[in-house]
Every structure is written in C-alpha cells, then in structure tokens.
C-alpha cells in the first residue's frame, strides 16, 4: 500500500488525514490538540495515532499546511524573528519607514505603526545606481561590501535582505552582493529581492525581501525540525507545504521563499471547497471556515479561487479587512480571504462601558474553552453553543474529550452575568450574535464587495464550528444552499491532498499594450515556463503533467494599481484583444466601471507553474432509503432564535444516516469533529457523497 498523508496545525487542533492511492479513498482522520510552543510535538501525536495501524515505510509523502510564519509576526512566544539586516542603494535606506504614508487609524494623532523588522542601525547602504531601463549608472563598489559583511559578522547578524534599485530589470548587483557575501560570511540567510520579488515599486519590493530574510531563519529551522521528527517516526517521505497561492512545493523551495507560506493554513480550505465544487457541479461558492480559533471566508468561481498579488502581515484586522498600514506589505500570490477573530476559542468579556464583547483574544489550545476542563477560565463561543443546547452535553471528538458543562455555566456566571444582570442563556445568546454578526461582515466582503450577489452562491460550511453557524448567516446573506461535507472538521487538511504543486513566476512589463508585440509576451512566458519545468522535472513530475496557467497585470494608463487578468496559452493579436476585454469586464465587476476608450498598460506578466498531483477519489454511497430512525440518538433541549427559546430538537450520529435521507430542522447532526445545527424552515439531505445539503 502507498499513503500520502495531510498535517494540518491550526490555532486550536492539529488535523491529520491519510489518503490511499492504491484506492483512492481516505482511510484515516486524527484530530489532536495542538502544541502551540512546540508545533511539531502535535504531529507527532497525530503521526503516532496513525502508525497505531499503518506502517511508516507506506508513507510516499507528507503534505502539511502551517500558520508558523504568521504567527512569528505577531509576536508568538517562542518564535522571535532573528536579528536582520538590509543592504541598499544609497539614500535609500530608510523606504523601510517612510512606506506609502498610509495611516492605519486616520485620526488618531498618536497611532503607532508597526515596528520595524531592520533598525536602521542595521540598514547598510552601498554605492551603485541602475536606471529603469536596466542601465548601470553607476557600477557596484564591492570595496563596501566586503565592509559591510564584516560589520554584519561583528553584530552577529544571522539573515540579511539585499535590496537595490531597480533590480527587478537588472540583478546583476544583487547577485554580486550575495556571492561576496557567501565569501565572507558562512552560516547567514541571503534574500535578494530581483528572486523574492521582481516588481517595481520599491516600498512594496523592499518590505517583501525583509519579510522573507526575517522569517527564513525561523522556517528553514522548523521545516527540518519537522522532516527530522518524521523520519525518527520511521517515515522517509518527501515533505510539501501549502503556499499562501493555494498550491504546494517543495520543502527546499518554502525555505528560500518563506513569506509564500504566511497564509498556508486558510489557503488549504479554500482549495478543498474548490474541489467540491467541481466534485458537485456547483459554479460559486463561498468558502466559511469557522475553526476554534478564526472564521475565514473565500469566493470559488467556476472552480477557481479569487486570487490577490498582494498581502499585508501582521497587522490589524477591522470586521474582517485588514487595514492598509498596520502591518508588513508582502507581494505574492495569496487566495484572496476575509478573515476575523471569531472562532470556536473566542473569548467573550465586558468591556469598561458594560458592553458585550467577542474575541480577539482566544483559548487556543491551552487552555480552550472552559468546558474543556483544561484550566480555562473564559467564557468562549463554545462554551456558548454548549449552553444553548447545540453541542453535545458531554463529549466531543466520539469521546476523546470529555465536556464539563458546569464549567461553562460557572464561567459565564463569573465573567458576564455577574457583570450584566444577563441570565446565562441570554448571555450566552448574545456571545452567538455577536460572532455570527462578525462573521456575516467577512462573507459580504468576499462576495458583496467583490462585485457578487451572494444570492447567487451556495456556501460550503466546514471547522469544527462552521456546521453550526451556517444557517444563521445564510439567512442573513440570503444564501438558500449549503453544503456540509463529510468530516468538516478536517476538511482543511483534504485540501492539501487534492490540491497541486505550484510554482508562481513573475516578470516586469510596464508598456501600454498598443506598444508591446505580441510575440514579446509569448518570449516572456515562454521563458517562465522553461525555468518551472525544469524544477518540476527535477522535482519527479513528469512532463505530461505540468501545465501552465498565464495571466497579465494590467491597468488604465495612469493608474496606481492593477488587476489580474488570465491570457491564453498562444498569444497573438486577437488573444490580446480579448485579454483587454477581459480586463474591462472585472475592472467593471470590481469597480463598477470600466473606461473602454482609455490605453491600457502591461504591468507584469505571470505565470503559475502547475505540477498534476492525483487526487482522492471520494467514495460514493448508494442511495438507501429515507429512514434516520437507526441514526437518532436522543431529543435535547436547543435554543432557537426563531423561537427565542429552547425547542425539544432530534440529534443524529451522521454516520448513521443513509444517502437519501432527509431530515427537517430544526435538528442536530453530529460526528466526531464537528456538529451541524439545522434550523427550522431548513431541511437536509445526505447526498451520495454523504454531504448534509441544506435547502431553505
């Protein structure tokens, strides 16, 4: 037999989940605590629960998705960045600080921005000037070079970030520094930015390179950490991390290229509800992810996810958006997600005003929620949802976690009703408006926002807490569809098995299109895809199996920003014409206008290397009657907002209940990593992939 396993670690659970390719069928899903200051000692909880049956030397490879770099950012105990340095351009070593201007709190006249990754003691400047066309000025002095790596040995500085003007039309600079460097100095990280990122703008390029350099240090030492622990488990399989792009790479590729793994985790359940999505025929979809530690939301159309070219780390989040200048500006390929703090974890409070509040702050795994009976004290949604009925009064995970109910009324009791006058269910109602309010204003920002009727999408509900809370906000979109699928709680980490490898190339154009020949763009890509296969090839992909998905950015001429637009495999005259139509129809979408009679100009062309990985063949059932008799477990008392009060409702063990089944809300479906709640008004049925399909 042959195995490739998924390892997904988020905030709360570590998810693990065994794919056979002999079969084609899933035969095995571990979820445990995650181990938050030592993250690989939860895979090899998960990895020990499943070499209980299966034999190490089965495993072909391990596909594992990680918030590890996004959490360095923020400030995690135990994962402090390392001290860097930048080399420049001389008179330029301060764009670190003087960014764009943006004011991340406009009229707060003492805002603090965040602190900046190289102090400028750190920031070295050297003499060398290239022009936007690529022409030397003036030539490198690598006198100073060699200086400069001696005052980097002196301040033991272990990764530096090289960053020169205009490098992304000549690199030749950059290159040089390194090789000087490498002759200097043995044991530090190198990031060049015409690698990282080859774009203009230099703030935005700049802060990218200093991300990466930063994070490389802190990833390369945890991704060997983790292939060592593997391998002393007795697994000798290649490892592959989730990009923030939705595609996997090589582990080698992730500790050159850090900054694409910062939103791995969400990434990985985006790429899952693609799947379904082409799996059930569905066009558009919403993606809500609600884990025990965030929500996040995404838009799949036609099978594709929305996809942005630029990211900000580390910064605030403000209902859902992230706010422009209070983080790190990171340029990569990142699936476009709206995200809040309103997890299963979420903790709820009284502010100084006497007012109801949830999140940000969370449980996490340590100590979790109080009715885990791990220490916690703080009320969380959780503990809400156990309150009010919707969560099983005793146990989760088929029993693994045993559930203190006592401990959640007591802490709802100490922390919010004594604080309030609020009697314990309307407290703990409140606790699940306040999040599902928060969570309806990211699922308007990807769809609303985004130019879309969310009228028009069916969401696919998946986190351990996503089931129970999906109908609450459909009735607020309006969304009348929703898909459960089998193991939601896991279902993150099926996205790491059914998803591809991916390499992201970009190459800077600026032209207007009436300016640039068509077969120059073909030359471009032409190019990039060479330098993908070849690293695929080399990777074990065979040939037939690469396949390459060209896009252009473009813009109005004079325009600030651009849009991605995707370009057919051979360009000429008439492909190019229907890209700018292209261009014209999302500028419109997004925008709500679009200027046909305006040039428009080439910005960058990029391309996505794709490596073919086979995929999980789901298992289907055969339709088996209508009956969930044989599935019904107990009648509970669940409150209903609809009612505003408890209502005895059926609970059902999902794994019971046949294809073809029906079962009208309101009820409780549960299974051992999730629990979905059934409205009244709604009904659901078990497809033959064993998905819950709930219909208004």
Known sequence: MSYRVGID??????????????????????????????????????????????????????????????????????????????????????????????????????????????PRRYRFEVEERVNYRGEVLTPLNEKEIVEIAGKIRNENILSVAVCLLHSYVYSEHEKKIRTILRENLSDIYIS??????????????????????????????????????IKRLGVDASLFIMQSSGGVAYSDIIKKLPMSIIESGPAAGVIASAYYGKLLNIGRLISFDMGGTTAKAGTIIDGSPLITSEYEVGGEVHAGRIVKGSGYPVRFPFIDLAEVSAGGGSVAWIDEGGALRVGPISAGAEPGPACYGKGGLDPTITDANLLLGRLNQEHLLGGRLKIYRELSEKAFREKICDLTGLDIVDAAMGVVRIANTAMAKILRIVSVERGYDPEEFTMIAFGGAGPMHCCALAEELGINRIVVPLSPGLFSTLGLLVTN?????????????????????????????????????????????????????????????????????????????????????????????????????????????????????????????????????????????????????????????????????????????????????????????GNIIMEK
């Open 501 to 689: 490898l991916k390499l992201s190339y970009v190459k800077s154009v600026r032209k207007r299109i009436s300016e640039i020949d068509p077969s120059t763009l073909e030359n471009s890509f032409l190019e990039l895809e060479r330098k993908g296969a070849e690293l695929l090839r080399k990777g074990g992909v065979d040939a037939g199996n690469i396949v390459f998905e060209r896009l252009l950015d473009l813009r109005y001429w004079g325009q600030a920003y651009e849009l991605m637009v995707p370009i057919g495999k051979l360009i000429d005259k008439d492909e190019v014409e229907r890209c700018v139509e292209r261009f014209h129809e999302k500028h419109e979408a997004v925008y709500g206008y679009s200027m046909r009679d305006e040039p428009v100009e080439i910005v960058n062309v990029r391309l996505n290397c794709i490596g073919i990985i086979g995929k999980p063949k789901l298992k289907k059932y055969e339709i088996n009657g209508k009956s969930v008799s044989k599935a019904l477990i107990e009648w509970r008392n669940v409150f209903f907002e609809k009612y505003d009060d408890f209502v005895k409702t059926p609970v059902y063990i999902r794994g019971k209940l046949n294809a073809g089944s029906t079962i009208q809300g309101p009820a409780i479906i549960e299974e051992y990593d999730s629990t979905a709640v059934i409205y009244p008004g709604w009904k659901a049925d078990i497809d033959t992939y």
């Open 192 to 229: 060049l930015s015409c690698e990282v990122d080859p774009e203009h703008r230099e703030y935005e390029r700049t802060s990218t390179t200093v991300v990466n350099a930063v994070l490389m240090p802190i990833v390369s030492r945890y991704v060997e950490n983790l292939e060592n622990e």
């Open 9 to 118: 670690i988020g905030g709360t659970f570590t998810d693990l989940i065994v794919f056979n390719l002999d079969t084609g069928e899933i035969v095995s899903k571990i979820k445990v605590s995650t181990t938050p200051r030592n993250p690989e000692k939860g895979v090899v909880n998960a990895f020990n629960q499943f070499l209980e049956k299966y034999s190490p030397k089965d495993v072909s490879a391990v596909f594992h998705a990680t918030t590890i770099a996004t959490n360095a950012l923020l400030g995690q105990l135990g994962l402090e960045l390392p001290k860097a340095a930048l080399i420049t351009t001389k008179g330029f070593k301060d764009v670190l600080e003087i960014g764009r201007q943006r004011r991340s709190d406009l009229y707060n006249f003492f805002v603090k921005r965040p602190r900046i990754l190289v």
